[in-house]
C-alpha cells in the first residue's frame, strides 16, 4: 500500500519560510495530482495548492507567498511557504491521486498524516 511520508513542519516566527516536502513511499506508475491541504483548529480542511502535469492551483489566502513543486522522478511534492502569519498555522496533510501500476484503470487517493506548521506572532 502506498504512504505518503511528510517532513518539514514546525515553529517559526511571523514572517519566516518553511518548506515542505512529501514523498510517496514506493515507486508508483503515474501520479495525477499531489497536493497540500490544511486544517486549522476548527475549521475545515481545506485546499492550499495541487500540481498536476498541466499545471498548479492555490487558494487565494496563499498566492505570492507559496509555492507548490513536484519532483516526478521521486514522486514528491514541496511547499515552499514565505512570509508565513499566524493564519497559517494549521496541520498540513499531502495527498495524492495516482493509477498505481501500468495496468490500473481506477485512479486511487492517498493522505499523508500530516505536519503540524505553528506561525508565532
Known amino acids: 500500500q502506498v504512504q505518503l511520508v511528510e517532513s518539514g513542519g514546525g515553529l517559526v516566527q511571523a514572517g519566516g519560510s518553511l518548506r515542505l516536502s512529501c514523498a510517496a513511499s514506493r515507486s508508483i506508475f503515474s501520479i495525477n495530482t499531489m497536493g497540500w491541504y490544511r486544517q486549522a483548529p476548527g475549521k475545515q480542511r481545506e485546499l492550499v495548492a495541487a500540481i498536476t502535469s498541466g499545471g498548479s492551483t492555490s487558494a487565494d489566502s496563499v498566492k505570492g507567498r507559496f509555492t507548490i513543486s513536484r519532483d516526478n522522478g521521486k514522486n514528491t511534492v514541496y511547499l515552499k511557504m514565505n512570509s508565513l502569519n499566524p493564519e497559517d498555522t494549521a496541520v498540513y496533510y499531502c495527498?495524492?491521486?495516482?493509477?498505481?501500476?501500468?495496468?490500473?484503470?481506477?485512479?486511487?487517493?492517498?493522505w499523508g498524516q500530516g505536519t503540524l506548521v505553528t506561525v508565532s506572532s
Open positions: 495527498h495524492a491521486k495516482f493509477f498505481e501500476t501500468k495496468y490500473s484503470t481506477r485512479l486511487l487517493e492517498v
